[in-house]
């Protein structure tokens, strides 16, 4: 990280912000609304996986995990990128959901006509989450957290913490 310019790791930082606040607000939106649910997003799910998303909404237990874990989910991603804690799991967090929304909703010719859910955009492999997903790979293999972020700060303190000896 050291070899790196002022102006690449001042991007670097910004790039890890802008996706932690990304994924802090869009967990909090649905945190806070008591009624959202991920069920038209699972129900509405296309391509080879869409059976496996769509037995995952059928069954009422299973939705509520997984509602749970996409709320916190991104919340915790949200706040490991934002205060430069635990980044490499975070990306790595957020890399893996990024994932499960690409594989429900792949961005393949003609997709568009058969979502229910309205789509920004026409997106032809190509689209926002595989673009997050790079982003989010590029953080994990130039890490920010040690210079600018909690991670630096705790591994110094613990560098620095006196041993004891009996």
């Given at each position: 990280m050291n070899s790196n310019s002022n102006l690449q790791r001042f991007w670097l930082v910004a790039l890890r912000l802008l996706i932690g606040w990304h994924f802090l607000y869009e967990g909090l939106v649905k945190v806070l609304n008591p009624k959202w649910t991920s069920l038209g997003y699972l129900m509405d799910s296309q391509g080879w996986f869409a059976s496996v998303f769509h037995?995952?909404?059928?069954?009422?237990?299973?939705?509520?995990?997984?509602?749970?874990?996409?709320?916190?989910?991104?919340?915790l991603i949200g706040l490991s990128l934002i205060l430069g804690l635990l980044t490499r799991l975070g990306c790595i967090g957020g890399i893996l959901l990024l994932l499960l929304y690409y594989l429900s909703h792949p961005p393949f010719i003609g997709s568009e006509e058969l979502f229910m859910m309205p789509r920004e955009g026409s997106y032809l492999w190509i689209d926002r989450n595989l673009i997050e997903i790079a982003a989010l790979a590029t953080l994990y293999v130039f890490p920010t957290s040690k210079t600018f972020g909690l991670d630096g700060l705790l591994g110094n303190l613990l560098k620095n913490k006196p041993t004891q000896s009996h």
């Open positions: 037995s995952m909404a059928s069954n009422a237990g299973t939705l509520s995990v997984i509602n749970f874990l996409n709320e916190w989910g991104l919340v």
